[in-house]
C-alpha cells in the first residue's frame, strides 16, 4: 500500500479518488483535516477497505512511526501543506510549522522506516515529495520558462517555505540516500479546490452574483494544469522516477489571470446564462504578487513519456460543469457543514 498525507484537501483528494479508480492497491490517507481538508471529498469511498482515512498531523512524528509499523507502505506521497499564498502573507507561521517543520519530521521518520527495511522492499521504496513551480520566483514577460535547473528565487511565505522543504527532501536523498523525488508543479485547478483559488473563487462568486475580484491590473501570468493530469504526472514519477532528481509539471498553457476570468464568464454564460463580465472588479494588487510562472516540462516527457491529456478548454468545461452541479459542496464549504462529516461518518478512524 502507499501513504498519502493531504489526501483530504484537493489535490490529494483527486490522487486518492484516480488512484484507486486505477489500482487495487489501498492508501492510508493521513490528513489533519484543516480548513482545506474536506472529507466530503472522498465520500464516494465510504465503506471502500482499500481506503484508510487517519485523523493526523506530520508533526506528530509517533502517530507516522506507528503508522509506518502497522501497514508497511512501499511508498509516501507527501501533498500535506498549507497552500494559500494570501493566507501566508497574513499568518506565515503555520506555514513554516507544517511546510518546514512538518516536511522535517516526515522525512525524519520515512528515514529511518526506509533504513530498517531490507533487499527488495528497501529498494522499491519512495518518497515523492510535490511541490510548486512558486519556488522559481517570477520571470520576465519573454523570459524562457523554468526549467528544474533554474535558480530558487521564492518571493513570498508560501513558496519561500515550499522551497525550504524541497531543499530538506534533497538533502535527506544526497545525505542519507532516502529514495526521495521533487515534482514542481504549476497552478492546478479542477473539481473540490477550495474556493479561496483564482478559477472556483470566480464560479462561485460569479454563480451568487457577487464581485469578481481581480488583483492589480490582472496580467499575472500563470501555467494551469488540469488537476487530473497533475495525480498522473506524480502516478508516472512515482513509477518510474529516479530517486534524487526533479520532475517540473505543466500544461504548456499560459495565461492572464484577467483572460481565466473571461474564459469563466463566457462558459457560465453559455452553460447558465447571466450577464458575468460586468462583476469583473480590479482591487489592490497582493503585496509582492509574481508577474509571471512558466513551466518548461519538456524533462518529465522525454524521460518518463507523460504529457498532460486535458487542453486549457476541455478541462476548464469540466472544471465550470463540476461547479454549476456540486453547488450543495460549495454551499456546504461556505457553511463550514463540511467539518461535521467527520463526526457523523469517519468516527471509526478519527484519531
Ligand atoms: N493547488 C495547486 O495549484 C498546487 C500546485 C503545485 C503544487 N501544489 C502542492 O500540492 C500540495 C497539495 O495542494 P492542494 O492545493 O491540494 O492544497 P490544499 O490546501 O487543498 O490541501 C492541503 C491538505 O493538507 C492537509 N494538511 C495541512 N496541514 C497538515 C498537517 N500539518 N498534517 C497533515 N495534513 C495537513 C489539509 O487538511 C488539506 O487536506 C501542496 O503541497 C501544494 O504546495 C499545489
Known sequence: MILVTGGAGFIGANFVLDWLAQSDEPVINLDKLTYAGNLQNLASLEGDSRHIFIHGDINDQQKIATLLKQYHPRAIIHLAAESHVDRSIHEPEAFIQTNIVGTFRLLDIAYYYWKEQEGEAQQAFRFVHVSTDEVYGSLCKDAPAFTETHPYQPNSPYSASKASSDQLVRA??????????????????????????????????????????????????????????????????????????????????????????????????????????????????????DRRYAIDARKIERDLGWRPVETFETGIRKTVKWYLDHQDWVANVHSGEYRKWIESHYQEHAG
Open 172 to 289: 535527506y536523498h544526497h545525505t542519507y540516500g532516502l529514495p526521495t523525488l521533487i515534482t514542481n508543479c504549476s497552478n492546478n485547478y479542477g473539481a473540490f479546490q477550495f474556493p479561496e483559488k483564482l478559477i472556483p473563487l470566480m464560479i462561485v462568486n460569479a454563480l451568487s452574483g457577487k464581485p469578481l475580484p481581480v488583483y492589480g491590473d490582472g496580467q499575472q501570468i500563470r501555467d494551469w494544469l488540469y488537476v487530473k493530469d497533475h495525480c498522473s504526472a506524480i502516478r508516472r514519477v512515482l513509477q518510474a522516477g529516479i530517486p534524487g532528481e526533479t520532475y517540473n509539471i505543466g500544461g504548456w498553457n499560459e495565461k492572464p489571470n484577467i483572460e481565466i476570468v473571461h474564459i469563466i464568464c463566457d462558459l457560465l454564460n453559455e452553460l447558465h446564462p447571466a450577464d458575468y463580465h460586468k462583476l469583473i472588479k480590479y482591487v489592490t494588487d497582493r503585496p509582492g504578487h
